[in-house]
């Protein structure tokens, strides 16, 4: 959830100036020049701005961009948002409107709201404003109850629509998407949720695996999401925090426990970074923030989308997807999921991932192929639906559809941890085997092998060479594999360990290998692909596809942790998100296994203790064990598709 991230997504505005030549007998003679794309919006669209009235009295800023055009109705897009609907000013417009040009050029009444409590709407803003499932009164109002309450307003005081209302959002307007929809007005027809937030907890934003999500959600919250006096527009430019050096682990090392960062860093100035990290585990806080258990009572068509390589919120789309297929039989239930960063889909061409090529521009697909016909089939009733699932595939770099996701053609299969580095699907046989390694919070495992003041997107599919040299972590990986291995769906890792501390993070990646003679990657220069020194090696790359930390003392239980027994065996086992790739023939499957992941997650002590609040001499060094004999088997579940 870093500042990249969380921004609104804006799309590049084209630059284009038409020049038409007309020809009458001998003589050419020009056209006027079409208007410049940052004019297109006010060329042909009306701005209007509103203070959308809600049941409890408070009143939502909300602008609105109608079509000049009038010769036929339009149906309204709306988006919901805490980042502000700036400019504000009815005679100040937005450069581009609606998710793409596609939707500007084929005309919407585009509508754009600040959502109670920010920039310019009245009321109290609450992180992830939790639902009310029975409403009592006028009082009781949640992001259900706005949404509405602003279309029933829409449809009364905008004229020339023509009654059904389309909403969609990425990241936190996601979650205001998905929360839009929760006993759906009756004139909203489709909904968008994109990387929304679902449940902070449970593997968005804030913690994975009980592990506190350090660098992103610091990095945000010392910028962003303050405490303001409103009504109040949105500062000219955000105040960016200092770091005094270029180089975050070094930064969040030095910083000590993560109550510093607050008391002395921030010095309490963002109660909502305080929330985040005084909420250890799955306490009613976060419980009552999951928005998964309400999404009920939807009448709406609805495309939930996300990003194999979403840093920020991989989570939410999947949990949001499978509550609405459960809750909503019947109703069109679609997942889309390419192979983008958060949000890269609206704001990128999707070709590559750092060194990684996908050897197609899949956003540009999505936006004209998927996105585009969804909307348009069920604000407009043109074109046809979507099939249940349409998931782009890493490794072939191909889209595939799915009657189900993930595919019921998938069996369940383990890849066991062997003597001297192996990794195989065949159960171990050895009566006796144990690997270990020192974890020490000194000298934590890195996350990149470069040096970087914030999280890059592109980790996620990074070279992990630089951590297979490293002593404190270990290594598993298949032979050269003789045919194509697809994998399509979770990954469950079920570790049995033992601790020489009272707890312990144990983070597992999964990892495609290519072949040594690979050839290496063309650099760019200038726009135009050349082979230059030093060209990238990609020769036994090990690109990561998966990679997800479980602290120890939640094995058992979210709510109630509980310390290892030194020494001890005992199983921790957990569930990754998704994946959908091919390790093609002659690649290796590998898996890492390692104890810390640092500054992506904060610093386990390795004993049992309050981590925000630790001392320091409660970070220990301990030596963790991973067991590997045919009785005491550590392994990893994958999905695999069959050839």
């Not at 902070?200 to 990095?219: E, K, R, V």
């Not at 904060?602 to 925000?612: E, G, K, V």
């Not at 409660?618 to 088997?633: G, L």
Request: net charge negative; glycine share 6%.
């Amino acid at each position: 959830m870093n500042s990249i991230a969380k921004t609104v997504y804006r799309r590049a505005a084209e630059s284009f100036v038409g020049l038409a030549v007309m020809i009458s007998g001998a003589a050419a003679q020009e056209k006027a020049p079409q208007p410049p794309a940052e004019d297109y919006v006010k060329a042909h669209y009306t701005k209007y701005e509103y203070r959308i009235p809600m049941r409890d009295g408070k009143k939502l800023f909300t602008s609105v961009y109608v079509p000049k055009d009038q010769t036929q109705p339009y149906p309204f897009l709306m988006t919901r948002t805490p980042y502000s609907v700036a400019p504000y000013g009815e005679d100040q417009y937005r450069k581009s409107v609606g998710p793409s040009d596609e939707f500007e050029k084929a005309g919407y009444i585009f509508v754009y709201q600040d959502v109670r409590g920010r920039y310019l709407s009245e009321g109290e803003f609450q992180e992830m404003h939790p639902h009310i499932d029975v409403k009592k009164s006028a009082q009781d109002v949640d992001e259900s109850s706005d949404t509405y309450d602003t279309i029933e307003y829409l449809l009364k005081h905008v004229p020339n629509n023509n009654g059904k209302v389309g909403v969609w959002g990425i990241s936190y307007p996601g979650f205001y998407t998905s929360a839009s929809i929760i006993d759906s007005h009756p004139a909203l027809k489709a909904a968008s949720p994109q990387a929304p937030m679902t449940d902070l907890f449970m593997g968005d934003d804030s913690y994975h695996g009980g592990a506190f999500m350090l660098s992103a959600n610091f990095g945000f919250y010392s910028t962003f999401f303050k405490p303001f006096d409103h009504p109040a527009p949105p500062p000219k430019s955000p105040s960016q925090f200092d770091f005094g050096t270029p180089d975050s682990y070094d930064f969040y090392l030095k910083a000590g426990p993560i109550s510093n960062l607050d008391h002395l860093y921030l010095k309490g100035s963002n109660p909502l970074f305080t929330d985040q990290v005084s909420h250890t585990t799955y306490d009613a806080y976060w419980k009552m923030r999951d928005l998964a258990p309400h999404l009920r009572n939807i009448k709406c068509a609805v495309m939930t989308v996300g990003g194999w390589f979403d840093a920020e919120d991989l989570s939410g789309p999947f949990s949001t997807y499978y509550s609405i297929e459960k809750n909503n039989p019947g109703i069109p239930n679609t997942l889309v999921i390419g192979p983008w960063v958060h949000g890269g889909w609206a704001r990128s061409d999707g070709d590559h991932l750092g060194d990684v090529e996908f050897n197609a521009k899949t956003s540009q697909f999505f936006r004209q192929q998927i996105q585009f016909p969804f909307f348009e089939f069920y604000l407009k009733d043109k074109g046809g639906a979507l099939p249940e699932a349409y998931a782009f595939e890493t490794g072939t770099n191909v889209w595939r559809k799915y009657e189900t996701w993930p595919p019921k053609q998938a069996v369940a299969k383990a890849l066991y941890f062997h003597a001297n580095g192996l990794l195989s699907f065949d159960r171990p046989t050895e009566a006796d085997g144990v690997d270990e390694y020192l974890s020490d919070p000194a000298h934590p495992v890195p996350f990149v092998g470069y040096i970087t003041d914030d999280v890059p997107q592109r980790y996620m599919v990074d070279d992990q060479r630089f951590a297979a040299q490293r002593p404190d972590v270990l290594v598993y990986q298949t032979e050269p594999l003789e045919e194509d291995v697809t994998i399509s769906g979770p990954i469950a890792p079920k570790l049995l360990i033992s601790s020489s501390g009272t707890d312990s993070d144990f983070v597992v990646k999964l990892i495609d290998v290519y072949p040594s003679d690979y050839p290496d990657k063309a650099v760019s220069s200038e726009g135009k692909r050349v082979l230059a020194a030093p060209a990238i090696r990609m020769g036994g790359y090990q690109q990561l596809l998966r990679g997800e930390p479980m602290r120890a003392k939640f094995r058992k239980s979210w709510e109630k942790p509980e310390p290892l027994q030194p020494g001890a065996a005992t199983e921790v086992d957990f569930t990754m998100p998704d994946v959908n790739h091919t390790f093609r023939q002659g690649h290796r499957i590998m898996v890492q296994v390692q104890s810390s992941w640092f500054p992506l997650i904060d610093l386990n002590p390795q004993t049992f203790a309050d981590i925000p609040n630790a001392k320091p001499e409660d970070f220990k060094k301990a030596t963790q064990r991973i067991f590997r004999s045919k009785v005491r088997a550590s392994e990893v579940e994958v999905m695999v598709m069959p050839r």
